[in-house]
């Protein structure tokens, strides 16, 4: 009988299959599927038996010959993958988050600045889309940001964790990378991308937010630990205003767009033309875009157009998926959550342009 063994594979680009098999091109994945060993050890690679190159996004049934009539999709799950968040993050969140709201003053009686957790979640942060600039009867904008923070940063970081896990599972990220965080709030991807990579890598990190107190949160966090002293940090207002100072190159640049289709006010066109002006100004490098999100149907009522968009400008989609992730909360607790994940690719342009005409 021919031994059965169930793969889940990772979002890497041109990963390979047990027994080192290239069962792929670069960019396109294959997940949740029962392999025939002997079958796959007697052939050197089911991509050209098959005839057809399988995109991630499509969702196939292979033939019994090489599979035994299981789906073959894009689906992020992994029942083995637990994702826990690095000691140093959860510290940072305890010293300059956690504690903060906890040991304040105002905060009596199971109340957080006075407030309840439902009030501070739902009216004081609006469930992340509030104007944090302004302040909210006696609490402050930096007041707002840190509950903002409390309530709901947390999840978000644990969420990118996972999505980062799955980006870089089985392909490091290539060094000197430019991270652009659109929406960054205080810092969440950039401590999500640290954390999973390792805290001593180096990195340029763009955080981008309207809100000024949401950056200034952002630059406690990263000023407040060690960990992250070989990342280089520029806060903007919007896309617009960052200011890149270097020549022009090929330096590979990812961008994290999380929750932030989820706006009210989000204007797509404007927001990728915006991006396609800085990515020039940095130069003509490989471009990813993680995309994440809730699952909820009006949450995500802005991708369609961003997609089109994003294909306009010549990104492939490489993976469109929800699925579930586990967390390890603490030794022996673990939740799972839903996620929304889509990644978007761009390769090398060949021509550098240095500016001028």
């Known amino acids: 009988m021919n031994e059965k063994i169930k793969y889940c594979g990772s979002l890497a680009f041109g990963h390979r299959f047990p027994g080192n098999i290239n069962l792929s091109t670069p960019g396109y994945i294959f997940f949740n599927v029962e392999v025939d060993k002997v079958l796959i050890e007697k052939n050197s690679s089911l991509r050209d038996r098959c005839g057809k190159i399988f995109l991630a996004t499509d969702v196939v049934h292979l033939k019994n010959e090489f599979f035994s009539g299981r789906k073959m999709t894009n689906h992020i799950d992994d029942s083995e993958l637990v994702i826990q968040l690095p000691d140093w993050i959860k510290q940072l969140r305890r010293s300059e988050i956690v504690d903060r709201v906890q040991k304040d003053p105002r905060s009596v009686a199971e109340t957080l600045l006075g407030i309840s957790f439902t009030v501070a979640r739902e009216q004081v942060t609006e469930w992340g889309q509030a104007n944090f600039d302004e302040p909210w009867k006696d609490l402050s904008p930096a007041d707002r940001v840190l509950l ?210």
């Open 148 to 357: 903002y923070a409390y309530c709901h940063q947390l999840r978000h970081l644990e969420e990118l964790t996972a999505a980062f896990h799955i980006l870089f599972h089985q392909t490091p990220p290539k060094e000197n990378l430019v991270v652009i965080d659109v929406g960054c709030g205080p810092f969440t991807g950039g401590l999500a991308f640290a954390g999973e990579i390792g805290s001593e890598s180096q990195f340029d990190y763009i955080g981008i937010d309207h809100s000024q107190a949401m950056r200034s949160l952002g630059e406690t966090l990263a000023s407040a630990t060690k960990h992250l002293n070989g990342v280089y940090r520029q806060w903007s207002p919007d896309i617009s205003s960052v200011d890149w100072g270097s020549a022009p190159n090929w330096r590979p640049v990812i961008i994290i767009v999380s929750y932030l289709l989820a706006s009210r006010t989000l204007d797509v066109e404007t927001l990728i033309s915006e991006l396609e002006i800085l990515f020039n100004k940095i130069g003509r490098g490989t471009v990813t875009i993680l995309y994440t999100n809730s699952p909820q149907s009006e949450a995500n009522r802005n991708f369609p157009t961003f997609r089109k968009a994003l294909q306009d400008a010549d990104f492939e989609l490489r993976v469109n998926d929800e699925g579930m992730v586990k967390i390890e909360k603490q030794p022996g607790e673990i939740r799972t959550y839903k996620l929304r994940y889509a990644l978007f690719f761009r390769p090398e342009q060949n021509i550098l342009s240095l500016g001028g005409d």
